[in-house]
Structure formats: C-alpha cells, structure tokens
C-alpha cells in the first residue's frame, strides 16, 4: 500500500467522510460551510480532489457510488475504508498528544527582521498587529454568533483555540513593537557588521 498521506487536509476529508459517504464537491462544501476552511486551505476546489485521490491510492477511502445526471459529468461518492478509518484514529490521537514541528513565515521573517531598516520592521509588525486586531474583532463575532446558536462547545474548541493563539501572537507583537519603538532592541550596518564579526570568530577570541 502507498505511504499514507497525512495532512491536515486528509485528516478533514477523511473526518467528513466519517460521518457518510459523500461526492468532493459535498466535501468542499461542508468544509466551508462549518468554517473548517480556516483550518485547511481549500480556496482552490481542486485542493480536495488531489486529496482525495491520494486517499483512494492510499486505500483509505474507496468509491462507494457513481451517478451521472443529464447533461452534468459523472460524481463520485467515497466512503471511509477500515484502513481510513484505523488511521483517521491514529492522527486525529497524534495530533492533539504530539506537538507538530511546523513551519509559518513569520517566525521566518523574524529571523531576519535585522535586514530591513528599524523603522521598515516596525511599519510592517505595526500593519501585523492592526490585521490580527481585525481578525479577533471578526473572528470573536462569528463565535459568539455561533454559541448564541446552542452548538455545543465540543464543537468549537479548534476555534476557541484559534483565538487564544491569534490573541497571544497579538499581544507578544505590540510588546516587540514596544521595545523597537524605545529602542530597546535596534540595529545599524555597523551594529551588524560587529555582531558579526564577534560570533564568526573563535570562542576563545570573542
């Protein structure tokens, strides 16, 4: 059998189809309509279909129906295999005992923060810091919304956790720009030329 193909993706397809055998399109569309879309990159609708089929080569999903309609192409209903399922168990278990070794941008970007200018840094963690402010506002309403709707909070623990993690990046950011605005933390050409200098050289010459 093929390596099996986990991502987070796969893991919400696989989840979905936990519930009942359904075409990609049905997929795509629950994962947006239950706002799993801001967990998973599905902007693209094909991003489900390269999913899926790396799921059905894996032998964790597998065709259950196909129908045609007039004058439409064929659709596919998939449904969970015991494989899948096995390890729909395994990851959704990993997943919340292993903490992931993962990769974003931003803390990229602050490895390198001293190759722009201070002022330029600041500018731009000063734009991050006014969009996360937004996206909490937004993303506050939405899930009071949702509770006020009597969904139970087992459902809306992934996004309670969104927030907690949006509202932790937003406060460490506005205590950086604190410093960078005092200047508690800076930087020049020369300032980096030494610091360089200082740790490309022998321990025992620093």
Do not use: C
Request: net charge positive; proline share 6%.
């Amino acid at each position: 059998m093929p390596g099996r193909p986990r991502s987070p993706l796969a893991m919400v397809v696989l989840a979905m189809l936990r519930e009942q055998p359904m075409h990609a399109y049905r997929i795509h569309e629950l994962i947006n309509e239950r706002g799993k879309n801001a967990i998973v990159n599905v902007a693209q609708r094909n991003s489900v279909y390269q999913a899926i089929d790396q799921l059905v080569r894996a032998g964790l999903i597998g065709v259950r129906a196909t129908s045609r309609d007039e004058g439409r192409p064929e659709r596919v209903a998939y449904e969970l295999t015991q494989d899948g399922q096995q390890a729909l168990e395994e990851w959704l278990t990993a997943s919340l005992s292993v903490p992931a070794r993962e990769f974003p941008q931003f803390p990229a970007g602050l490895a390198f923060i001293m190759l722009v200018p201070p002022k330029q840094a600041i500018a731009a963690l000063k734009r991050r810091a006014q969009t996360l402010e937004r996206q909490l506002e937004a993303d506050t309403a939405t899930l009071t919304q949702v509770r006020k709707s009597g969904l139970p909070r087992l459902f809306l623990v992934d996004d309670e956790y969104r927030l907690a993690m949006a509202r932790a990046e937003l406060a460490w950011v506005r205590a950086l720009l604190a410093d960078l605005r005092a200047k508690k933390i800076t930087w020049s050409e020369k300032y980096l030329r030494e610091i360089a200098a200082r740790f490309s050289a022998p321990p025992g010459e620093r």
